[in-house]
């Protein structure tokens, strides 16, 4: 299993980017998707989950109307959208896929919001 992240970088407040992560090594198209980050001193959270389909999405509390996760199946890839950034995203952000009961992880990309 490999989870590759791109897309981070500096954005000023009440900017926007949009991460990426593409998989391999599994059957992309049967599996979840999630989103978590990690801020420095923070435990990791998670952010946001996708079903196989892209049928269903959730949202952890603190981006719901912000951000959106999507997903091609065609290119294996999972997308974060996010709007309106504040600082208090500022994090490394990682994808995460649960192959039969092991957790896999990305390498992350980082995303600072600052001005």
């Known amino acids: 299993v490999q989870l590759v992240e791109s897309g981070g970088g500096l954005v000023q407040p009440g900017g926007s980017l949009r991460l990426s992560c593409e998989a391999s090594?599994?059957?992309?198209?049967?599996?979840?998707m999630l989103w978590y980050r990690q801020a420095p001193g923070k435990e990791r959270e998670m952010v946001a989950v996708i079903s196989d389909t892209g049928g269903w999405t959730n949202y952890a509390d603190f981006v719901k109307g912000r951000f959106t996760i999507s997903r091609d199946n065609d290119k294996n890839t999972v997308y974060l959208q996010m709007n309106s950034l504040t600082p208090e995203d500022t994090a490394m952000y990682y994808c995460?896929?649960?192959?039969?009961?092991?957790?896999?992880w990305g390498q992350g990309t980082q995303v600072t919001v600052s001005s």
């Open positions: 090594g599994f059957t992309f198209s049967s599996s979840a």
């Open positions: 995460n896929v649960n192959v039969f009961r092991h957790t896999h």
